[in-house]
Structures are given as C-alpha cells and as structure tokens.
C-alpha cells in the first residue's frame, strides 16, 4: 500500500506499507502540508502532513482539473515551507472553475483535460518514433549482462587517471537574460538535469558537453550532452580519457560519480578540483581495464526496461 506524506520526491509516496492505517479511496486529491495538490488514481494511506479531498463521486478528468486548480492556488499561492496548510485551512481555498448557466462546467473540464492528453500522447509517441525509443526488445547480450551482472568484477581508478578534470565557467545569473537563446545554462540544480535556462551569451565562455557534469557547492552529478554554460567555476566538468565516448557509459559513469564520491561531500565541505585528484571510484573491469562496453549495454538494457511501460501506455492510449 503506498503511503503518502509532504514532499515532491516520488509524488509524496514515502514507503509501500502493511500496517492497519485508513485507505483513502482511488480517484482523490491530496494536499500536503506545503499546498502540493496531486492526484491518486489508487488506494493509499497517509500521515497527518496531508490533507485529502474527497473528489471520487467525480470523473477522473474533472478530478485531475480540480486538483490542478487546488494546486494553483495552494503551492503556487498561499501555502509555502513558511506557510504550511493543514486540513483546517481548506475553508481558505477558493479555486477558480468554468461555468456555464451559473454552474460549474464538468463537461468542458473532462473534454478540456482529454484533450490534453491526446496532444501529450501525441508528442509522446512522435518523440519515441524519432529517439528510437519504441523498440523495448532486449538483445541476448543486453540480458546477458542484466543475468550476470552481479557476477561481474570490479576495481578501483582514480577519477583523474579515468577524466580530464576541469572547473567550468562562471556566468553570474545577475548577467543572463532567462530563455534569451538555446544552449543550457547550468546551476548546479537537481532539477531539469541542472538546466536552469536556455541562453545567448559569448560564445568564449561555452564549456564543452558530452561531459560528467559536478555542481561543485551542491554535488549533483549529471551528464550533460550539449555544449554548455555554467553558473560558477566551483562546478566541474569531466572528459573521458579513453574508451569509445557515448552517451550511455557517460550516463553510467556519472552514476558511479555520485555514488563513489557523493558520501564525501556537502555544503559545508564541497568537492573541488583540488580534493577529487586523490578520490577513486570502482568500475567494471576487462583485463584489469574499465569495461566500458559492458557500461554501455547495462544502460541500454535499463533504458529499454523503463521505456516498456511508457510505450505500453502509449500505444494503449492510441487505440
């Protein structure tokens, strides 16, 4: 049973539980103690940071437009980490709905969100026809790798025998214009893959992609395709040395990055281009080398895995 509390991180589910706690029904929205309104297409169980509104006697599309409106107002709004809302505040919300003849338009809510829907499924399935993304069928050596992996040996490298280690640039936010061009402007955020926007600024201080990517303040670790703009020189960026460079043992590598050096460091004690010449992190090895074919055919494998569903779903929505 999934069990919901405050926050964004996996919509809000904290733990899949077995206790005896009360299950609010499928077809409900939730409002958490900082005004996050989702939506519950499926039974759960909650804690006293959320609040539940009882939109179940509604179509599912009516319910998800109300909550989209609940949460306009609620997150976006009134309710925030200074401000939490609880239960008793629900009075306080007052959410903006269509009408028609003085009543509230179901109707135009249910074809309003249908109609979304079909456009996202739309993009959806044009953009998994161009990536290649479709094709989900796992090759023999994809499984091969996926059954054996745990079998697989491993060794220690010194990150900078394994990257050319390089702090970025330092364009201050003061000194951009938000959305003003095309290449990413990274800040070192866990969101978005660190892009905070898409800028024009001087070509001179672009930093080159297809690169691990380090957020120095806030070690948040990211792959980064496209060439590149950086909020701070504290952030560093790593070259592969050797080995076919892609983008799936790129996505792997960066992997094992955050999860080698990540326990080491914090705000208070931030990585830095000095303190990782000394830092190792374990890779797959062939002939005491790192394997990164072996690298790339497991993130292919993952890749394929995640996707199924997503092409399931749009397919199933298709018909």
Known sequence: ???????ETDEGISAFIEN?????????TTIDMFGSAKYRNYKYGGDDHIAVVHTQKLSKFASIFITS???KKSYTGDFHYGKNFYAKDADKLNISLPTKNNKIDFDFMESFIDQIEAERIEKLD?????????????T?????????????????????????????????????????????YLCASSENNGVGSYISYNKNYIDKGNCVFIGGKTFVV???????????????ALYLKNGEINKSNQLYLATCVNKGLGYKYSWGDSISNRKIQTDKISLPIKNQKPNYKIMETL???????VIKDVVLYSEAKRR
């Open 140 to 184: 023999d050596e994809e499984e091969e790798v996926l059954r054996d992996f745990e079998n697989q040996r491993f060794d220690e490298f010194n990150v900078i025998d394994i990257f050319n280690v390089k702090n970025s640039g330092n364009i201050l936010s003061r000194d951009i214009i938000k959305n003003s061009g095309e290449v990413p």
């Open 1 to 7: 049973m999934p069990f919901v509390t405050a926050g």
């Open 126 to 138: 044009a953009y998994l026809e161009v990536s290649g993304l479709k094709n989900y069928t796992l």
């Open 69 to 71: 409106a609940i949460h």
């Open 20 to 28: 005896d706690v009360t299950i609010f029904s499928e077809n409900t």
């Open 222 to 236: 990211s792959y980064q395709e496209k060439d590149f703009y950086s909020n701070d020189s504290h952030n560093l």
């Open 299 to 305: 993130i292919s494998a993952i890749q394929k895995l």
